[in-house]
């Protein structure tokens, strides 16, 4: 919840800014042209990045001015909500579709605005004319191939990777038959976007020592290369796969290959990659690229100790 505690707990802790948070005093809220065009410039770069918060009425700390200095409130009488809420809703093109304003009263007529402004779906233009976006504490003038991939939000796919670490009893095929357990990296790529992602494909590199045989092409303390994409092969004869004293009835039989789309607001398991239960210490870390239709490429990096465990 928004309140006056919140902001304190802000200040207390010291709650540095950064790509999704921004500290403003009482005096960037002004009726004149200049810092009107700079309300514009900043609500629409947090727009065009990964939206955030913007808070109207927080001075920044004097000897560190990333970090919150004190509750520097705003007269509601001269900047009303209302103002407010017409400025970035008349010079921003286009509007930018659930933003909201949020008023936290100090005292009387005293208070702070916080923005939470949502991560558009196109690109947002301010009152200068010009496209804007955040990079760490900056607000930095976008390229001309940076407005076209915001643009292209709406158009293309926009997938991200999540991943799990699951282990599962295993009887190996010895006499006594010995239980032990077997790791798995489960890999699903969530489709965030407004459109279905068609052809998905992931490029992942991971240490060596991390993959159980059969995973890994060759020995050593190197990087192996992993290639995998979202096909799926239709089981076409179920009763294959029913299991007695552990032995299949007889040999599973599949279709062909095919892409299975994946919807917006879906995710898919995509691959699930066989590890060593010790992958997780030493903090080793693999990484990846995604490739989604026509989507700019995406990469990321993890450490294994940061997978959650299921």
């Not at 921003?92 to 659930?98: E, N, V």
């Not at 991200?160 to 038959?177: G, K, N, Q, V």
């Not at 010790?278 to 993890?302: C, Q, R, V």
Request: charged fraction near 30%; include cysteine; aromatic fraction near 10%.
């Amino acid at each position: 919840m928004f309140d006056k505690k919140y902001l304190e707990e802000l200040i207390r802790n010291q709650l540095q800014e950064g790509p999704e948070l921004e500290y403003k005093a009482a005096p960037a809220l002004q009726r004149e042209d200049k810092k009107i065009k700079e309300i514009t410039k900043d609500v629409s770069a947090f727009a065009n990045s990964n939206g955030g918060i913007l808070i109207y009425g927080i001075s920044e700390d004097p000897t560190n001015r990333n970090i919150p200095g004190a509750i520097d409130p705003i007269d509601r009488k001269s900047i009303s909500k209302e103002w407010l809420e017409q400025i970035i809703n008349s010079r921003i093109r286009p509007r930018i579709h659930g933003l909201v304003i949020h008023v936290i009263t100090i005292e009387a007529d005293q208070v702070v605005y916080l923005l939470e402004i949502p991560k558009g779906e196109t690109a947002h233009q301010a009152d200068d004319q010009r496209y804007y976006r955040r990079h760490n504490f900056m607000v930095e003038a976008l390229l001309d191939h940076e407005i076209k991939d915001i643009m292209g939000r709406q158009k293309n796919a926009e997938i991200i990777l999540e991943f799990t670490i699951r282990s599962e009893r295993y009887y190996p095929h010895t006499e006594p038959p010995t239980l032990t357990r077997v790791y798995w990296l489960d890999i699903y790529a969530y489709n965030v976007g407004k459109v279905f992602a068609k052809y998905v494909n992931v490029s992942m590199t991971v240490p060596l020592k991390c993959l159980r045989e059969g995973n890994r092409q060759r020995e050593g303390e190197g990087l192996e290369e992993i290639q995998f994409r979202n096909t799926i092969r239709d089981l076409v004869s179920p009763d294959a796969a029913r299991y007695y004293h552990g032995q299949y009835a007889q040999a599973p039989q599949f279709g062909p290959t095919r892409y299975e789309p994946i919807l917006p607001g879906t995710r898919l398991l995509i691959h699930s990659l066989a590890i060593h239960e010790y992958a997780t210490d030493d903090g080793n870390t693999f990484s990846w690229m995604i490739y989604a239709d026509n989507a700019e490429p995406k990469s990321g990096h993890l450490r294994f100790d940061q997978v959650e465990r299921i």
